[in-house]
């Protein structure tokens, strides 16, 4: 049974930095991409970041030179760390691995 859980949201202020823990269970980093999402309020969910099987990484331009999308083969675990978090950077943070996705977990940018 695969299962992917995401950790590490939370309230933070403008300007501020946040990492987000993606552990999965079930399934190998090793051969598969993994990919970070978001979903803000009454918004569609969109892609903000992608780690290949080979490292190589993409990411949405509204992110990028804030966010850092890693991952850790060996303990199963994809992270992303966000600096310069905006209020437009607010909504539910989802991880993705092939048709899985995890629970997700909640970012909130606010003063």
């Known amino acids: 049974q695969v299962q992917l859980v995401e950790s590490g949201g939370g309230l933070v202020q403008p300007g501020g930095s946040l990492e987000l823990s993606c552990v999965a269970s079930?399934?190998?980093?090793?051969?598969?991409?993994v990919a970070w999402h978001r979903q803000a309020p009454g918004k569609q969910r969109e892609f903000v970041a992608q780690?290949?099987?080979?490292?190589?990484?993409t990411y949405a331009d509204s992110v990028k030179g804030r966010f850092t999308i890693s991952k850790d083969t060996a303990r199963h675990t994809s992270y992303l760390q966000m600096n310069e978090l905006k209020p437009g950077d607010t909504g539910v943070y989802y991880c993705?691995?092939?048709?899985?996705w995890g629970q997700g977990t909640q970012v909130t940018v606010s003063s």
């Open positions: 993705q691995v092939f048709k899985f």
């Open positions: 079930g399934i190998m980093f090793t051969n598969n991409a």
């Open positions: 780690i290949g099987s080979d490292h190589t990484t």
